[in-house]
């Protein structure tokens, strides 16, 4: 990782060297637009819509525009601007990790003790274990003002950028405001609906089914030369009906909790019987994958020929 940022945690008198690094990535494929004719990739230009010439970086203001008049900012105007001067990551308080609420969670960093000794940092992770709270800190990144919480993951301090309390919506749905009878029954239903779907959360179980589908067609296209007909790879994909109201709630909620501990004992019987030495566990492949690979066996293609140079590009307008 590189560290994308560098300063100190402040609290009281104590200060904290930290390098800062992105906690995150993203890890979809990549995609952009080309012409269906001839596979010409689309660019996009900086357009004046008065002149229509070509614009440089160089030559380009930012604007505000309240609808009817249009402000012009300078870079000379925004240098103008308390900036990203301080390179202190400010504690202002320490709250309850519980009133931190998950919905103002922005973009989390990684923060690396910057020094020969990480004494101060331990100190500080030590002090958030055991006090059960979070730190609220404030401080300046990329020409804005943040706030964010700082909490322990793993013996490492994260700050976790927040949203400002106006940036919350608020939800407002009338139908919540009638009044709604649960039964005692409905109420027990549920909770053992709940139960039968009790395990604990381990998110290297779970993958991004989309992200792994469309690297399997690529793949396939790939390896075919050019085409694929997704219908042949995805074609046993149904939608499932979500629509409609379920009128019997406690008939609905029942017949989940049987088939959930049906799906569990399936589960479990398959299990015991993968387990067993006097039968040999077959490997496992991908549906999808296998699909693709019964759609390339038999829908061969000859090699693609070369692709035709494709013509000159023409300035693209921008939207």
């Known amino acids: 990782m590189r560290a994308i940022w560098k300063g100190a945690l402040t609290f009281g008198l104590v200060n904290v060297p930290v390098k800062v690094y992105s906690a995150t990535e993203d890890h979809d ?10 596979g010409g990739r689309i660019r996009y230009q900086r357009i004046c819509e008065i002149d229509g010439e070509v ?75 055991q006090t059960d709270r979070t730190a609220i800190v404030r401080f300046s990144l990329r020409q804005k003002t943040r706030l964010a919480a700082l909490r322990v993951r793993d013996d490492v301090l994260v700050l976790q950028t927040l949203l ?17 009878r649960i039964s005692a029954k409905e109420l027990e239903m549920s909770a053992s609906l709940v139960e039968s779907f009790a395990a604990d959360f381990d998110p290297s179980e ?10 399997i067609l690529i793949d396939a296209k790939l390896e075919k030369g050019d085409a694929l007909d997704t219908s042949e790879t995805f074609g046993d994909h149904e939608e499932e009906d979500t629509g409609g109201e379920v009128i019997d709630l406690m008939e609905a909620l029942r017949a989940s909790v049987e088939r959930s501990r049906a799906a569990r004992s399936g589960k479990a ?41 494709a013509p000159a590009k023409k300035t693209a307008k921008a939207s």
């Not at 494929?29 to 001839?38: E, M, P, T, Y």
């Not at 400002?164 to 709604?180: H, M, T």
């Not at 019987?273 to 490997?283: E, F, G, L, M, R």
């Open 29 to 38: 494929v990549s995609l952009h637009q080309v012409h269906n004719k001839d």
């Open 55 to 129: 614009v440089p970086y160089s030559d380009i203001d930012k604007a505000f525009d309240n609808g009817e008049q249009t402000v012009v900012l300078t870079k000379e105007d925004l240098d103008s601007l308390p900036a990203e001067k301080s390179r202190e990551i400010d504690v202002v308080e320490f709250v309850p990790s519980e009133q931190v609420d998950l919905l103002t969670l922005d973009r989390a960093y990684y923060l690396e003790p910057d020094g020969s000794s990480p004494k101060a940092y331990v100190l500080l992770r030590k002090t958030l274990e």
């Open 164 to 180: 400002w309390a106006d940036e919350v919506r608020e939800a407002a749905f009338p139908a919540l405001d009638e009044p709604v």
């Open 206 to 215: 779970f993958s991004d089914e989309y992200q792994d589908e469309l690297k």
């Open 269 to 309: 019987d398959a299990a015991a019987s993968d387990s067993s030495p006097a039968k040999k566990p077959a490997a496992k492949k991908p549906a999808a994958k296998t699909t693709a690979a019964k759609a390339t066996a038999e829908k061969k293609t000859p090699a693609k020929a070369p692709a035709k140079k």
